[in-house]
């Protein structure tokens, strides 16, 4: 049995006094766990008071006066160029023609002369029908025209020699009468077997499939050896490929303005993309716009011609057709991205052109050459601000005008050559301090002097060691003498650790 449990004859004083002991040391180990418990939180909320994050107005860098460490940011500066004003619409590629070739005769498929995707000439020959039988009805014809024509040269010289003979009394003029009846039958007769013989030439010449357009021969219907039927069997598809037209809809709040622009006789360029909108097909000029806007859409439909020399055009092919209205010249220019929208309009952040010296005036952050490591403070994102000149950044609201590719035209607000904050726009404010990514190590820093690079840091400390280019980021503690600071997990390369001499 436990030593803590008392014998039945002991004495209640004694047995009291035990009790009371247990409680004063539970009560002392439960003081002391909530006595380290609010040591843990204390520090916790103290170390997260020292380093807040760049959401909270950039505060909570170690060695910048006033707690303000800057963040580096991506910039651009304000150029000039021009702006093409653009209709971006969905198209379609449509051929000019696609015709199905049809045979006009009836007959047995002799040969086929084409192979499939072959480019051939208007006239030239795709298929052949045995042609026999229909020279032979032509032969029949010219046969029979022959005849006809000998009837009327005999009909001809009988009605002269009954004209002389009525004239001398010798025969009734009822016989010439019936005579000149006569030549008019013969006539008609050879002019009837005329245009049989025109037919039959037609028939025979019709045995000879030919392309009626310029253009690429699909995959052919027939065979040869199959008897094929006049304008009901098909032999194949064939397709013009250039020049090639695009069919595409805008708006009709855009229908002034193209209509204007063109019955004044302006070529407004027109440019074919592929369904991604990254590759240019081709380019082309819009020629001509349907005679009415199509009420279920509110769209009205153009025609664009393009002369597709290298064949990027197929018919029935999905584009992006971006029409150019206008070119706005010598204008104001940024990237998107560095355009911010505001509840009160669009706005930019412009970097001061004049440099701080904070940095400078900071007190050292590493250990002399030799010492021993030491843990960093708290440093956040951002803790490992650039060195050299540090920029404030000030809120400027703009009015934006069309956009060219990533760019986009600033019509007010702006001067060229500004400097405006292209990445991390997002986590600034007015009057935030920032570094540019041209930032750059002071020259003639002391040998073993730890100068901030320009990355980021990761929370926790940082130890840096002689000959360090740049600020070592490190989680925990410092590093034995000598040794070389290692960079911050979430660092990037630009503060990486330098060699160690």
């Not at 032979?136 to 010289?157: I, K, P, S, Y």
């Not at 986590?427 to 041209?438: K, M, S």
Request: net charge negative; charged share 15%; hydrophobic share 40%.
């Amino acid at each position: 049995m436990s030593s803590e449990i008392p014998p039945f004859d002991a004495d209640p004083a004694a047995v009291g006094e035990m009790s009371r002991a247990k409680k004063i040391a539970w009560g002392a180990i439960l003081i002391a766990i909530v006595v380290v418990t609010g040591l843990i939180v204390h520090a916790r909320i103290a170390a997260h008071r020292n380093v807040p994050n760049f959401v909270r107005n950039n505060r909570g860098g170690a060695g910048f006066p006033g707690g303000i460490a800057p963040l580096a940011v991506g910039v651009a500066q304000v150029t000039r160029g021009d702006v093409p004003v653009t209709i971006d619409a969905l198209g379609t590629v449509t051929p000019l023609a696609t015709v199905t070739v049809h045979p006009q005769v009836t007959g047995p498929l002799i040969k086929i002369d084409f192979s499939e995707g072959q480019m051939v000439k208007a006239g030239q020959v795709l298929a052949e029908i045995d042609p026999r039988p229909f020279q032979a009805a032509l032969d029949q014809a010219q046969g029979q025209l022959a005849h006809d024509q000998a009837l009327l040269a005999n009909a001809r010289v009988d009605l002269t020699r009954y004209k002389t003979l009525v004239a001398q009394n010798s025969v009734a003029e009822q016989t010439y009468a019936t005579q000149q009846a006569t030549v008019l039958q013969d006539e008609a007769t050879v002019t009837a077997d005329k245009a049989v013989v025109e037919t039959d030439t037609l028939n025979l010449s019709y045995c000879h499939i030919s392309s009626p357009v310029n253009g690429t021969v699909g995959l052919r219907q027939v065979d040869v050896g199959n008897v094929v039927s006049a304008y009901s069997s098909s032999i194949a598809v064939v397709t013009q490929l250039q020049p090639m037209s695009v069919l595409f809809t805008v708006p009709e709040d855009s229908l002034s303005q193209v209509l204007q622009r063109l019955r004044s006789g302006d070529k407004l360029p027109v440019d074919a993309y592929d369904r991604t909108f990254t590759t240019k097909l081709d380019t082309g000029v819009l020629t001509n716009t349907d005679n009415q806007v199509d009420t279920t859409t509110g769209t009205l439909k153009l025609r664009a011609m393009f002369n597709n020399k290298d064949f990027e055009l197929f018919p029935n092919q999905f584009v992006n057709a971006r029409l150019t209205l206008d070119t706005l010249h010598d204008q104001l220019l940024i990237p998107g991205a560095a355009v911010q929208q505001g509840s009160t309009g669009n706005f930019v952040y412009v970097v001061d052109d004049s440099a701080s010296s904070d940095a400078a005036a900071a007190p050292p952050l590493d250990p002399p050459p030799g010492a021993p490591g030491r843990q960093g403070r708290g440093g956040n994102f951002g803790g490992g601000a650039a060195g050299g000149p540090i920029h404030v950044v000030h809120v400027r609201y703009v009015t934006t005008g069309p956009t060219v590719g990533t760019f986009i035209s600033i019509t007010q607000g702006l001067q060229v050559g500004e400097t405006v904050v292209v990445d991390g726009a997002e986590q600034l404010r007015d009057g935030a301090r920032v570094t540019t990514p041209n930032a750059s190590t002071p020259q003639g820093a002391p040998a073993g002097t730890a100068v901030p690079g320009a990355g980021t840091g990761a929370h926790g400390g940082y130890n840096a060691q002689p000959g360090a280019a740049g600020r070592g980021m490190h989680r925990r503690g410092g590093q034995p003498p000598g040794a070389a600071g290692t960079q911050g997990s979430a660092g990037t390369a630009a503060g990486a650790t330098g060699a160690t001499p």
